[in-house]
């Protein structure tokens, strides 16, 4: 964990630095239009660099007793979140969310009879409710086709 | 000044208000009693949706919203012994035991009385304090609000989390994102990195659904569960439930005690509802007959903490509206939610609409009374959402996020901004990063810049020796060092 932890830090360092220096440098900001962010972000990578030195010294943080009880999260869960966008880039706004709840549900066990409602319902909401009353402009074909 | 509670008292009976609250209540309910939705990340879930309506509309469906999703914090706490959120952490103390004890229903109509009063207690002292708070917030110039609105940041960063450098370092990127994009003096785009997207910097609600939404739903994911296993939920009595509501009344000193030690506590900022609850409960077990009767069923161990939580929200109101500070973390997603509507809370918010911030005090104390009586009515039928497994609710939400990010701008990209800031949000809640400070700092960080350039400008580099900005930095030095101060001594007495 020690090195999450300190790579974390680490790793917003490395951006914010390498954007400051960026900054002056390749895009050639005046002072005027750089120094409040140089200031902001110096502060950031200042308080990174500490905080990288205590993780690395063995400080731990007080956790609060809901961040002990965290869920372990698992890779499908995650697979899953990223899988929606797969579908809505695939199907579009409307019939790629009826797809997706449709496959997730019974892929995670739920009935068919559930499933089928659910996607049925996610269909109603998208278009019935957000395209014909509320009048969003969802697009109704696959984004790739736009 | 009677004009502006006139008015005031007039924009809430708008039918787009009442409609907006009569919509936000049920929904409040619901999404509170779901396993694992916090009130902030409930009010991140509603955000988009708020898009296109008129502030006052908008701020009513989210206020509304809010006060509800507490109360089904408190049910939870209560049939469950699971607190919907921490701040209901100190009701399931007593709370469950009078549940195990069959007296469910006493419990939850203690817990709701107690709740609604607690909410008017807090809205009454916001309604009070606003007007006096004017005058003093008129004669804050542009230094005072740079130091207020970084006082503010470093409030929510220091004091709401376990790892205050951590919480810093949230803070700080906050600032750092919100200034991609346009510079506001200059009008030269920095860091947009050939990125049309860019331009305009990130946008509020891709970045509020990815920190607080997203975690939430991976996690709903990975566990699946639901928070009541089938046959484990309480049947709810009618007339339990009302001599419960009775016993506040016959608690009626103890239940003021409580609202007054939740308002004055909300009105801190960073400090938030779970302090108010525990510093609540503390006292009425201090102050009670057999007070080592306490945690084993006592209706007095609901009724304090229910009071303080609502009565905190009031107070932490008066900070977020005056000054733009927000008293609590769900209040600085309140204060992304004003920007969202086009409002800009702070010292000119109250001088330009005293009229819409006493509304917003009148939305709160109804949302509160009403929230109470319908989660009355209703618990009996809506205790059974908490059945709902997380393996079903999850994809549903995660489809909600997506629709409602896309909605709010029509852009895919918003899309595609949110799995990011997911991955963001994942990172920081596991490595105790505080997300609320970020949001903060996300929000503040433009207003800040342009206070700092127009500081600048107008006073010279010596802007922070004005006598009311020195005042404002020795407070805020003293709240975020008042915890540490047994190290501090500890030190100065080694030196």
């Known amino acids: 964990m020690t090195r999450v932890e300190a790579l974390f830090p680490s790793l917003l360092f490395m951006i914010v630095a390498g954007l400051l220096v960026a900054g002056f440098t390749v895009l050639g ?15 950031m990578c200042a308080l990174c660099v500490v905080e990288v030195a205590r993780t690395i010294a063995g400080h731990r943080p007080r956790t609060l007793s809901e961040e002990e009880e965290l869920e372990p999260l698992t890779w499908s869960s995650v697979a899953w979140v990223f899988a ?36 049925a319902a996610s269909l109603l909401v998208t278009w019935g409710l957000f395209i014909k009353v509320l009048r969003v402009l969802l697009p109704t074909q696959p984004l790739w086709m736009l | 000044m009677l004009e502006a509670f006139l008015s005031a008292g007039g924009q809430i009976f708008q039918p787009a208000v009442l409609a907006a609250m009569a919509f936000a209540l049920p929904i409040g309910l619901i999404v509170g009693l779901l396993p694992g939705i916090s009130g902030i990340s409930a009010l991140a879930f509603l955000i988009p949706f708020t898009f296109g309506m008129q502030p006052l509309v908008g701020l009513a469906f989210l206020l509304a919203s809010y006060a509800a999703v507490s109360q089904g914090g408190s049910m939870t706490a209560i049939l469950l012994g699971v607190p919907g959120e921490v701040s209901n952490a100190a009701t399931v103390m007593d709370g469950h035991k009078l549940a195990k ?6 419990a939850i109509g203690a ?7 607690g909410g008017l207690f807090g809205c009454a002292l916001l309604i009070i304090l606003l007007p006096i708070m004017q005058p003093v917030i008129l004669s804050f110039a542009s230094p005072e609000n740079f130091f207020l609105s970084l006082a503010g940041i470093a409030f929510i960063a220091v004091l709401s989390s376990g790892a205050p450098s951590r919480g810093l370092i949230a803070g700080s990127l906050g ?28 946008r509020l609600i891709p970045l509020a659904l990815g920190l607080f939404a997203i975690p939430e739903i991976l996690a709903l994911m990975s566990s699946g569960k639901s928070i009541a296993r089938q046959g484990s939920v309480e049947q709810i009595s009618f007339r339990q439930g009302i001599e419960g509501a009775l016993a506040v009344f016959r608690h009626w000193g103890m239940t003021l005690r409580s609202s007054a030690l939740g308002s004055v506590i909300g009105v801190m900022p960073g400090v938030g ?74 010292p000119e918010f109250l001088a330009k609409h005293m009229d ?66 997911g991955v963001l949000g994942v990172a920081m809640e596991r490595l105790n990063y505080n997300r609320p400070a970020l949001l903060l700092g996300f929000v503040l960080g433009e207003t800040i810049e342009r206070y700092f350039q127009v500081s600048l400008k107008a006073y ?36």
């Open chain 1, 29 to 43: 900001y005046s002072w005027p239009v750089i120094a409040f962010p140089f200031g902001a972000g110096a502060i």
């Open chain 2, 356 to 421: 819409l911030a006493l509304a917003l005090a009148y939305i709160c104390a109804l949302a509160n009374f009403a929230a109470s009586f319908l989660m009355f009515l209703l618990s009996r039928t809506l205790v059974y959402v908490t059945r709902v497994p997380g393996r079903v609710l999850a994809p549903i939400l995660l489809v909600f996020v997506v629709i409602g990010t896309y909605a709010a701008q029509n852009s895919a990209t918003d899309v595609l901004y949110v799995f990011i800031f």
């Open chain 2, 460 to 495: 010279g580099w010596l802007f922070f020796m004005r006598p009311v900005s020195i005042a404002i930095i020795v407070i805020a030095l003293v709240c975020l060092l008042w915890p540490s101060r047994r190290q501090i001594a500890s030190l100065w007495g080694r030196r």
């Open chain 2, 111 to 117: 817990a709701l009385m107690a709740s609604a009063i």
């Open chain 2, 175 to 202: 600032i750092f994102m919100s200034l991609f994009g346009y510079d506001p003096i200059e009008g030269v785009p920095r860091f947009w990195m050939g990125s049309e997207y860019l331009l305009d910097g990130f």
């Open chain 2, 273 to 346: 509802g779970t302090t108010a609850t525990f510093v609540a409960y503390a006292a009425a077990r201090q102050t009670a007959a057999n007070p080592e009767t306490f945690g084993q069923g006592r209706i007095e161990g609901v009724i304090a903490p229910e009071a303080a939580k609502n009565a905190e929200e009031g107070g932490a109101l008066v900070p977020t509206l005056a000054l733009g500070i927000p008293g609590s973390a769900s209040m600085a997603m309140l204060l992304g939610a004003f920007l969202v509507v086009g409002l800009q809370p702070g």
């Open chain 1, 84 to 119: 929606l966008g797969g579908f809505v880039y695939g199907l579009g706004f409307v019939f790629g969310p009826a797809a997706y709840l449709l496959v997730y549900l019974r892929a995670n066990g739920s009935s068919w009879r559930l499933s089928i409602a659910i996607g």
């Open chain 2, 101 to 106: 004890a069959g007296k469910a229903g006493y």
